[in-house]
């Protein structure tokens, strides 16, 4: 064979060389690997925690609002507003280890004056935190769709409702996206304890919020 033919076999044999080597070579498949799906794996183990963060939050507004129902509705009759900021903070209490300083609590005395369901706010508090939040007057006075089994004639009760902000580690974007950035949580509970104001409109006893909405019957449910 010429001296130019072997030169020009010489870097052809070595290119085929470089390619074998080149295929059968593993150093450093698992760091491509790894590169490769380590977008993936940051994204479940975030998501998870947002969503586990999320269900523990939720979790707490619905226990806080409980608790604040039950507080309200042992009252034994009247509830002055310093009472009602009292029980407001205990309700914050159980949302720790969350931040409830900026949860709004609202609470409502309905009464029911048919079988329909027909039904109305006698009295109201409302205590917003440290948000800010103006005490709302139209829609505080505006009762809720009356549980079946509170469609009685006389029927006393109390709805409470707690919304606060959720405050995701990662996905705040997403959580203003699917509007999950709010939790709100409404309870209706039956009145523990209360008082009976005239037996001649119920039998039934009831509390009274700081803001009446009709001084009739000393600020509890009027007869109509």
């Known amino acids: 064979m010429s001296e130019r033919a072997c030169g020009a076999a010489g870097p052809t044999a070595r290119g085929r060389g470089v390619l074998a080597r080149f295929g059968r070579a593993r150093d450093g498949l698992a ?33 806080a609002a409980r608790t604040v129902a039950d507080l309200v509705s042992r009252e034994a009759g009247d509830i002055p507003s310093a009472q009602f900021a009292t029980i407001a903070r205990a309700g914050r209490a159980v949302l720790a280890p969350f931040d409830g300083a900026g949860a709004r609590i609202s ?10 369901g027909t039904a109305r706010v006698c009295s109201y ?8 939040v103006a005490q709302p007057t139209g829609p505080t006075t505006v009762p809720p769709p009356v549980p079946d089994a509170f469609k009685t004639v006389g029927a006393r009760y109390v709805v409470v409702e707690l919304t606060m ?5 990662f996905g705040a974007t997403l959580a203003n996206r ?10 209706v509970w ?13 039998a039934s006893p009831e509390v009274v919020l700081p803001t009446v909405t009709d001084t009739r019957n000393g600020g509890a449910c009027p007869a109509s």
């Open 31 to 63: 760091a491509v690997e790894f590169a490769m799906v380590l977008p993936l794996l940051l994204l479940l183990y975030l998501g998870t925690t947002d969503v586990a963060g999320y269900v523990s939050n939720f979790r707490k507004v619905t226990l």
């Open 107 to 116: 609470a409502k005395a309905i009464g029911v004056y048919d079988t329909g």
């Open 125 to 132: 508090a409302v205590d917003a935190g440290n948000a800010g």
């Open 165 to 169: 902000t959720y405050k995701p580690l």
């Open 178 to 187: 699917f509007n999950l950035s709010t939790m709100t949580e409404t309870v």
């Open 190 to 202: 039956p009145v523990r304890n209360g008082k009976v104001y005239n037996v001649a409109v119920t």
